[in-house]
C-alpha cells in the first residue's frame, strides 16, 4: 500500500484577509461620520444611521423576546401599563424613536434595551419593584441606552475592532463572519448578555433621572432602587447576582455618583404605589406558582412523577400561564407519553400561540408519533419565531426525504452550529450530502510523471472518511489525448494514495497531464 499521512505542516490553503477590506469599504460608503449625541451633546463617531439602529434592534427584538421565555400574557393589562409608563417617559426623551415597551415571561430580574428604541423588561425584575416611579426609572435609564445609542456604540467598536484584527479575525472564517456582527440573531444573545461601559451606565442613571423628572416622577425612586438592589444582590446566592440587571450591573459606587446627581433634581414627584401594586397584582399573587413550575422543570429527569405533581399544582393556580402547559408537554414527553403531551402542548398555544418552544415541543411529539406533516409544520413555525438546532436538523430530515437537497443542506448547516449531539449529527448529515456534491472540497488529486507513467496522487484534506473515489485524469501526449478513471475504496482523513493511470510516456514525448475529482460518498 502507499497510502501515506499528510503533512500538517504543509498549510495548503491560506485565506487572505481580502474580506475585511471590503467590510471596510461597505463601512465607509455608509458611515455618516461625525454627529453630535442627542441626549450628552457631545460630538462622536458615528458610523451607524438611524435607519440602521432601527433595523438592527428591530431584527433582534423577537428572538431576544423568545429566549426570555416570550411575552407575558397572563395579564395583558400588566404589558399595558408598562407600555404607558414607559410610553411617559420615552416621550420626554431627548430623541425620536419608535419606542415600545414589552414585559418578557422571564422570571430573572432583568431589563434591556435595543439600538432603536425597543426595549424588554422581565416580570422577575417587576416584582422586584415597589412602585410606579422605580419602573419609570428602570425604563428611563433603558430608554437613555437607546437615545445616546449606546447599543450602536458597542456594535461600532466591535466593527472597528474587527477591522483592526483583520488578519487574525476576518481571515479566520468568510464573509459571513463579519457580517454576522451586525445581522445574525445571535446578535441579540450578544447584545443582551453584554454589560453596557461605566460611563455609559452613569450616563443612562442620571438622564434617567432627567426623564423621570421631566414625566413628573419622584427621582429620587431611581437611587434607593439601586440602593435596594446592592442590598439584595449581596444577601443572594450567585445565581441570581448574575441575573440581576445582567446588562447594568448595580454598585455602591453607582449609588453614591447617583445619590450626588440628585441634588440637581427638584425634590417630590409622583411615586405611585398603590397604583403600581394593583397594577402588577396578579404577577404578585402568583409568584411562588413561578417558582413550582421552575421546581418542576428541574424534576423532570429525576423525578417526572414529582413533577408532573409539581407542575399540575402550579396549573391548578394559575391555569392561564402557557408556560406551565409547556412544561407539562415537555414532562410526559420525556416519558414517551407523546398523545398526552400533545394535549399539553395544545393548551400552552392556545395560551400563548408566539412562543417557539410550545411549537417545538409538539413538533417534536409528532415526529415521535410518525406523523411528519404536523411534525414539520410546527417546526417551521418555531423556527421561524426562534432558529433553533433541533428544529432545523429535524426540519432538515424532512427536507431530505422530501428530494429537496439544497434545503437539506442549508437546514443541517443551520443546525450544525449547536452544540452537543443535535450539532455533530447535523455537521455529519450536512457533510454527507456535500461530499457528494462538491468532492473536490475534500479531496485533492494531482498528477505526477514517474518513471514513464503517470500517476495521480489522491490527498483526502477533510477531517472525514471518504469512500467510492472516483478521479478522471486527462493526459496529452504529442498532441493526443488519453483519460482514465480511477478509483478508490477508501481513504482516511489526513492520508493520500497514490494511483496509477497505466497512461504510458517517454521522456522524449511531449507530454501534459490534468485532473478531475469526479465523484466521493462519505466512508463512515
Ligand atoms: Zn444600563
Given at each position: 500500500m502507499s497510502v501515506r499521512n499528510l503533512?500538517?505542516?504543509?498549510?495548503r490553503r491560506q485565506r487572505a484577509g481580502r474580506t475585511g477590506t471590503a467590510l471596510l469599504l461597505a463601512l465607509l460608503t455608509l458611515a455618516t461620520g461625525c454627529a453630535v449625541n442627542p441626549v450628552t451633546g457631545q460630538r462622536e463617531l458615528s458610523l451607524l444611521s438611524t435607519a440602521n439602529e432601527i433595523s438592527i434592534g428591530q431584527s433582534q427584538y423577537g428572538p431576544l423576546q423568545q429566549m426570555g421565555g416570550g411575552q407575558y400574557r397572563v395579564d395583558p393589562g400588566v404589558a399595558e401599563y408598562v407600555a404607558a409608563v414607559g410610553d411617559r417617559v420615552a416621550a420626554v426623551s431627548d430623541r425620536d424613536l419608535p419606542y415600545e415597551f414589552v414585559v418578557v415571561n422571564d422570571g430573572t430580574p432583568n431589563a434591556w434595551a435595543l439600538p432603536g428604541g425597543k426595549i424588554g423588561i422581565h416580570r422577575g425584575l417587576l416584582v422586584e419593584l415597589e412602585n410606579e416611579a422605580e419602573l419609570a426609572a428602570v425604563l428611563g435609564h433603558e430608554v437613555v441606552h437607546a437615545a445616546a445609542k449606546h447599543g450602536a456604540s458597542q456594535i461600532q467598536r466591535e466593527m472597528l475592532f474587527g477591522l483592526a484584527g483583520l488578519g487574525v479575525a476576518l481571515a479566520v472564517d468568510d464573509a459571513k463572519h463579519a457580517w454576522a456582527i451586525v445581522g445574525a440573531t445571535n446578535l441579540g444573545l450578544h447584545l443582551a448578555g453584554k454589560k453596557f461601559g461605566r460611563d455609559q451606565e452613569r450616563i443612562s442613571d442620571y438622564h434617567g433621572m432627567k426623564y423621570m423628572h421631566r414625566a413628573g416622577y419622584d427621582t429620587s425612586a431611581a437611587v434607593t432602587l439601586q440602593e435596594k438592589f446592592v442590598a439584595l444582590s449581596e444577601g443572594r446566592q450567585s445565581g441570581w447576582l448574575q441575573g440581576l440587571f445582567a446588562s447594568h450591573p448595580p454598585s455602591p459606587q453607582r449609588v453614591a455618583s447617583n445619590r450626588e446627581a440628585l441634588a440637581a433634581f427638584p425634590s417630590g414627584g409622583e411615586v405611585g404605589q398603590a397604583r403600581y401594586r394593583a397594577h402588577i397584582a396578579t404577577l404578585l399573587e402568583d409568584q411562588d406558582v413561578y417558582d413550582l413550575a421552575d421546581e418542576a422543570r428541574e424534576h423532570i429527569e429525576g423525578n417526572p412523577a414529582h413533577a408532573l405533581r409539581l407542575v399540575d399544582q402550579a396549573i391548578g393556580r394559575?391555569?392561564?400561564?402557557s408556560l406551565f402547559h409547556g412544561v407539562r408537554g415537555d414532562i410526559l414527553a420525556s416519558q414517551g407519553r407523546h398523545g398526552d403531551a400533545l394535549r399539553s402542548y395544545d393548551a400552552a398555544i392556545e395560551r400563548n400561540p408566539d412562543y417557539f418552544a410550545h411549537y417545538l415541543g409538539r413538533g417534536l411529539s409528532h415526529d415521535a408519533l410518525g406523523e411528519p406533516r404536523l411534525a414539520q409544520s410546527d417546526l417551521t413555525r418555531s423556527n421561524r419565531l426562534l432558529p433553533t438546532p433541533f428544529a432545523s436538523y429535524k426540519l432538515g430530515g424532512y427536507a431530505l426525504a422530501d428530494g429537496k437537497r439544497a434545503e437539506a443542506k442549508r437546514l443541517f448547516k443551520a443546525a450544525s452550529q449547536g452544540s452537543g449531539e443535535v450539532g455533530t449529527a447535523a455537521r455529519d448529515a450536512y457533510v454527507r450530502l456535500d461530499i457528494e456534491d462538491e468532492p473536490w472540497r475534500y479531496l485533492q488529486a494531482e498528477p505526477f510523471f514517474e518513471d514513464g507513467q503517470v500517476v495521480v496522487e489522491v490527498s483526502n484534506t477533510s477531517n472525514y472518511r471518504l469512500a467510492d473515489i472516483v478521479v478522471r485524469v486527462h493526459v496529452e501526449i504529442n498532441g493526443e489525448s488519453y483519460y482514465r478513471r480511477l478509483t478508490l475504496q477508501q481513504l482516511a482523513s489526513g492520508y493520500y494514495d497514490v494511483l496509477a493511470s497505466d497512461i504510458h510516456y517517454r521522456d522524449e514525448d511531449d507530454f501534459t497531464a490534468d485532473t478531475v475529482v469526479l465523484k466521493a460518498g462519505p466512508g463512515w
Open positions: 503533512d500538517e505542516a504543509s498549510g394559575q391555569p392561564r400561564e
